[in-house]
T-cell receptor, first 113, second 114 residues
Framework: DGGITQSPKYLFRKEGQNVTLSCEQN?????MYWYRQDPGQGLRLIYY???????QKGDIAEGYSVSREKKESFPLTVTSAQKNPTAFYLC????????????FGQGTRLTVV | AQSVTQLGSHVSVSEGALVLLRCNYS??????LFWYVQYPNQGLQLLLK??????LVKGINGFEAEFKKSETSFHLTKPSAHMSDAAEYFC????????????FGKGTHLIIQP
């Protein structure tokens, strides 16, 4: 079955470390997105990519980095510059543009210890 | 710029009662509107979407929403609540081609009382 796979489901990071969250889709979707979810805040856009080898900053890109070397993959790195990284991270994809249905992964819960 | 306001961070209804979750949007151009549902520690699942066709949109699990341009609203309703409807619900908007992604409201936590 087609879908989006995020891994790991739970991730623990020590302060000062970089960590990378994986997002893989087999839907043949062109566009991929990363959102951060905090309680009572809704979802906020971190980065998005419309095509391979191209990506744009969203509303809260500081302290994060991404790459899009393959159509299927859009990993997110949470760097040590992100001062408050504890959150639930969601990856999404769409076939072309966001006015069609967005498919979401199951999320990765990142906790700083 | 586009934005979404969801009135009420928590809504509690009795099982079998009407569910009404409110969403108002702000957009300078005709919007596309969505409702998503999220169960604990899960991703989001599309309930329904408005894309400028019929103003009354029917979705999955018995939910529907009505687009009212004059009120800039897109409220979500269900005639009879089930215990399984307990979840977080998000209203979202995108304008134009939506190249920069969905803009989400802050969510409404629906509680179903037995």
């Amino acid at each position: 079955d087609g879908g989006i796979t995020q891994s790991p489901k739970y991730l623990f990071r020590k302060e000062g470390q970089n960590v990378t969250l994986s997002c893989e889709q087999n839907l043949n979707h062109d566009a991929m997105y990363w959102y951060r979810q905090d309680p009572g805040q809704g979802l906020r856009l971190i980065y998005y990519s419309q095509i391979v080898n191209d990506f744009q900053k969203g509303d809260i890109a500081e302290g994060y980095s991404v790459s899009r070397e393959k159509k299927e993959s859009f990993p997110l790195t949470v760097t040590s510059a992100q001062k408050n990284p504890t959150a639930f991270y969601l990856c999404a994809s769409t076939h072309g543009v966001m006015n069609t249905e967005a498919f979401f992964g199951q999320g990765t819960r990142l906790t700083v210890v | 710029a586009q934005s979404v306001t969801q009135l009420g961070s928590h809504v509690s209804v009795s099982e079998g009662a009407l569910v009404l979750l409110r969403c108002n949007y702000s957009s300078s151009v005709p919007p596309y509107l969505f409702w998503y549902v999220q169960y604990p520690n899960q991703g989001l699942q599309l309930l329904l979407k408005y894309t400028s066709a019929a103003t009354l949109v029917k979705g999955i699990n018995g939910f529907e929403a009505e687009f009212k341009k004059s009120e800039t609203s897109f409220h979500l309703t269900k005639p009879s609540a089930h215990m399984s409807d307990a979840a977080e619900y998000f209203c979202a908007v995108v304008t134009g081609r939506g190249a920069d992604g969905l803009t989400f409201g802050k969510g409404t936590h629906l509680i179903i009382q037995p």
